[in-house]
């Protein structure tokens, strides 16, 4: 039984982004998928790409969702 690449500890990873800034990591010699775009910077063991996804993807709502929750803060009431 082959084991998921995703699941070697001994892999490369990246980090990827994506327009809603929801984050996922990513072997390093996969190609990045449409509508991604890697970290720059960002390259090393699945630890070291974890631990950036962690201290960097604070808030797990997309952010068209954070951004339209930000504009009904700013909308006069309708009372």
């Given at each position: 039984?082959?084991?998921s690449c995703f699941d070697r500890?001994?892999?490369t990873f990246i980090v990827?982004?994506?327009h809603e800034d929801q984050y996922s990591i990513w072997p390093h010699w996969k190609a990045?998928?449409?509508g991604w775009?890697?970290?720059d910077g960002v390259k090393g063991d699945k630890k070291t790409a974890l631990d950036y996804v962690e201290k960097n993807w604070t808030d797990m709502r997309p952010k068209s969702l954070r951004d339209?929750?930000?504009a009904q803060e700013d909308?006069?009431?309708a009372l």
């Open positions: 039984m082959s084991t500890e001994d892999e990827l982004v994506n990045v998928p449409s775009m890697a970290v339209w929750m930000a909308a006069p009431s």
